[in-house]
């Protein structure tokens, strides 16, 4: 069952321009949605997340807006570089009721190449 | 400050044969997961252990996938016996602790992963 739906698949922007990847989930008890960058032969690594209680969270060149009522969240790259060119997935979890770490639903991924 | 250490990072087996992966999660870190990731698709999470006891593993295929973590600190995965469908990177992560605390402690940190080829 997916449950955090991602779009778009791929994605080409022109340096300097401004990349945006949409993400929707179906699941109200997600309560942290974080987005991880992922190069070619390389694990997932964490670049911003954001929870809830805020609609908005900005750390440099990537802002999150999330829109709750909506079940959306978005990942806007401002001024985007060649070396943003990774694949992006977007993630949402559950407080671990067990005591274990949160269980992390991935989105399919987006693909995005940042042209000079 | 180490990340996680994943061996071996390739691997190439003939269907029906066995397969184990290793993972050494960060330093002090007592929650690890190990995650399938197919070809174009998300990490999907298949055993989550808190220190050596397993929180989830409800998406793990437990009539050939295993995993341990004797001493809460490494982690093996296996297959036996590998499928065809089995081809993909296994992911391992570590997290500082459990997540009922919230904040930075929730991040999942991740392996360079193990790129499984079943022919």
């Known amino acids: 069952q997916q449950q955090v739906k991602q779009s778009p698949q791929s994605l080409i922007v022109q340096k300097g321009g401004i990349s945006i990847i949409n993400c929707a989930y179906e699941n109200t008890a997600f309560d942290y949605f974080p987005w991880y960058q992922q190069f070619p032969g390389k694990g997932p690594a964490l670049l911003i997340a954001i929870r809830p209680d805020v609609s908005e969270k900005k750390e440099g060149r990537f802002t999150i807006s999330f829109n709750k009522s909506a079940k959306q969240f978005s990942l806007h790259i401002m001024d985007s570089q060649p070396g943003d060119s990774a694949t992006y997935f977007c993630a949402a979890s559950i407080p671990g009721v067990t005591g274990g770490g949160n269980k992390l639903t991935f989105g399919t991924g987006t693909q995005l190449k940042v042209e000079l | 400050e180490a990340g996680v250490a994943q061996s071996p990072r390739y691997k190439i087996i003939e269907k029906r044969q066995s397969v184990a992966f290793w993972c050494n999660p960060i330093?002090?870190?007592?929650?690890l997961y190990w995650y399938q990731q197919i070809l174009g698709q998300g990490p999907k999470l298949l055993i989550q252990?808190?220190?050596?006891?397993?929180?989830?593993d409800s998406q793990l295929p437990k009539d050939r996938f295993s995993a341990e973590r004797l001493k809460g600190v490494d982690s093996t995965l296996k297959i036996q016996p590998a499928k065809l469908e089995d081809s993909a990177v296994y992911l391992c992560?570590?997290?500082?602790?459990?997540?009922?605390?919230?904040?930075?402690?929730?991040?999942?940190?991740f392996g360079p992963g193990t790129r499984l080829l079943v022919l």
């Open positions: 330093s002090g870190h007592a929650t």
């Open positions: 252990f808190q220190n050596n006891g397993v929180v989830d």
């Open positions: 992560a570590s997290s500082l602790a459990p997540p009922l605390t919230g904040g930075d402690q929730e991040t999942q940190y």
